[in-house]
């Protein structure tokens, strides 16, 4: 069975997902946004408890808030991150945007793409399949992840319910970002539900019939 475990890390609240298949314990992490010591100790104590084996990092984005804990995690058990390429700057940014933000964390190191994503790539979790999706605008390198087995899409900054994400901050576009959402997230089954990167869920039929940004 594909599970999810959903984390609300950080001074920003990010949605950090554990996702993995109770069969094989197989795990992806998406958005490690881990800041504390106490936030480490909180997500090792999952993985340690459900006997889960890390295999991969995967970003929707590299927003500070959704990248904190990557060194962390890729240091402690050993994987790669996975993101789009064209996020690479911010990922090299991560102490800047932080200063910015006024924002005090334990690892403000730079993050690195060791496993670079595309438009229509496959990330396997156990005996599931996640379809990569490219949905830009919130930031250049902004990606959903698609399991059509589970129903279900991991949405990032993109989608969130009632509303989408902010298209002012750097390598934002928000013609762009509408476009990602109303001709890639929307094209879905109305059924899909919608894990977003803050927040609570929803599903694509409730946003397309109710989100002001497209009614």
Not at 60 to 74: A, E, I, K, P, S
Not at 88 to 106: D, P
């Amino acid at each position: 069975m594909l599970k999810i475990k959903q984390f609300a890390f950080g001074p920003l609240g990010v949605n950090t997902f554990v996702v993995y298949d109770s069969g094989t314990l197989d795990a992806i992490v998406v958005d490690p946004g881990m800041t504390s010591q106490t936030e480490y100790a909180t997500f090792d104590k999952y993985i340690s408890d459900n006997g889960l084996k890390v295999q991969q990092i995967v970003n929707t984005h590299l927003h500070m808030d959704h990248c904190f804990g990557d060194n962390y995690v890729r240091d402690k058990y050993g994987v790669k991150v996975a993101a789009h390429v064209d996020d690479a700057f911010l990922g090299k940014t991560m102490a800047r945007q932080a200063a910015q933000f006024g924002l005090q964390v334990t690892d403000n190191r730079a993050v690195s793409i060791d496993v670079p994503l595309s438009d229509g790539d496959e990330i396997p979790v156990g005996q599931y399949t996640f379809k990569v999706i490219h949905v830009p605008g919130h930031s250049p390198g902004g990606l959903a992840l698609y399991c059509a087995e589970g129903n279900i899409m991991i949405a990032g900054d993109t989608l969130f319910r009632g509303s989408i994400g902010r298209a002012d901050l750097p390598g934002g576009d928000m013609q762009e970002l509408l476009d990602s959402v109303s001709k890639k997230m929307f094209t879905l089954p109305d059924s899909t539900d919608v894990l977003p990167g803050h927040g609570g869920p929803t599903k694509i039929g409730t946003e397309k019939a109710t989100n002001p940004f497209f009614n």
